[in-house]
């Protein structure tokens, strides 16, 4: 493809400079509108220019990446609402064995969760959970933060649904879920030990450090400001790691049903219980008040286990006189239930055993009523662990990868049986727009010729066909998707790495399509803002409550560039070997 004219092309430069800025850095001093608005600022301007029509612009939305990106969405936050991460976490702590034994299962389970449910996601859920376990066990956050971004990172290459990039690259080339996984799986599974390694040699001396005394873990309580060093450290209580809820930040409103029940469900309880007390109140004002009848002791006050309080009030038997010396009642019992109020003469006996007859029974009949709805949580996340189940077949059998993502996110709407609005406002729409205004900005870009004319001089020493040219062709892929991010890479050389590729051969073609997703993907461990991966752990870790700590960008490139570098040659090996 020639040069576009030279209108065309400075202003198309223009458009995606903006667009480039505001993505990469999305707080610019003079225009802070973020990743979104950037995006979108540089789809209009492709169109104000003239760069590309209106229609051009429409049809260079890709609607199938978006439908699959809207369906792991929905799909992930029905998996948070199931507790899905709370027991990934769970796994993460059960019979830990020290801090090394600790790093390798985080390195692990974020590389296997990454691949089934993004790794934003798995950033997002886990990690404010590992930053307590570290500080519950008095270690340093720094190395298990590291861990779980570059574990995401390289975990998620292994499957379509993994990351943004892998998606674009399965609609564009044609490649099943099965042929993916099975061409890149093997060089996760070797990338996350090598990355594991690494880690424990990098932080070995540090891992290797003793706890301390539980007075030395005390006195360190109140040291958790973030930006604290990686030796400066924080205890947590065990009872606070336990009961840490998993909110990410897209779907900070999702109510776990973990232990009974739903918000739903749960209103109409508390309606009742609030009612209930407000009854009791009442009759125990009526009882107290009248004291021109009676005079009254109180014996005891008891709460039951549902909330439903049986106050036993009793009179003094016999005959008592006041201050003033005015008889009082001879006996007089008087129960406070919220059906009934009965003054009972010379009973207090039967008093007591309709009180506790009483208690046993509302204590039967909660216990019923939390049993049935025990039994309904069961059956909703079995319901959600199967179509989630249900569309990863789907996926392994070939299917239409937007549409089995979709379809499991309509089929678990449904089986929710509530409003749907308040589980979509969960969508991080922003993204999907922001898909949209970066699919007409390059779009745009490429119809200025410049990628094209770029890529003509890189082609004919980076084919596949030779070493050197696959080394070549991954240094151009490493340095761009730290450059220009690693989505806008893929867009803009993944048809002209495949065409060159297919003119050597047809397996050639599906083997570039896979280089591709591999470097493309371990890249974002080159630097902090490689990834957004990364830019979630670094911005989680720093808010979380009591426990923060700040992940400096120095601190992540001493560790990053020698594990990206390893870690993309051996995986290249693997992957250039299918």
Partial sequence: MALASTEKVVLGCIAFGIFWVLAVFPSVPFMPVGRTAGSLLGAMLMVLFRVMTPEQAYAAIDLPILGLLFGTMVVSIFLER????????????????????????????????????????????????????????????????????????????????????????AVQSGITFGQFLVGVFPAMIVGVVTNTCILLCYFWKYLSVDGGSKDHQLEAGGAGEAGAGPHDVVVADDELVASHRFTPARMSHASSVNGGIDDSVSEPMRRTDSLTRADTLSMRSRSYNSEGDIQVAIRSMRASTMSQEMVEVSTVCGDRRDDAGVPGPRKITRTTSHQRSVIIEDAPEAAAADNDGEKGKNGDDAAAKDKEKRWKVLVWKSAVYLTTLGMLVALLMGLNMSWSAITAALVLLALDFTDAQACLEKVSYSLLIFFCGMFITVDGFNRTGIPNALWELVEPHSRIDSAKGTALLAVVILVLSNVASNVPTVLLLGSRVAASAAAISPASEKKAWLILAWVSTVAGNLTLLGSAANLIVCEQARRAQFFGYNLTFWSHLRFGVPSTIIVTAIGLLIVTSY
Avoid: H
């Fill in 82 to 169: 199931a507790d899905m991460f709370g027991y990934l976490g769970s796994a993460l702590a059960w019979r830990s064995r020290g801090s090394k034994d600790l790093l390798f299962r985080v390195c692990l389970v974020s590389a296997v969760a990454s691949a089934l449910f993004t790794n934003d996601t798995c950033c997002v859920v886990l990690t404010e959970f590992i930053l307590k376990l570290a500080r519950q066990n008095n270690l340093p956050p720094q190395p298990f933060l590291l861990a779980l971004a570059s574990s995401s990172n390289i975990g998620s290459a292994a499957t379509p649904i993994g990351n943004p990039q892998n998606l674009v690259i």
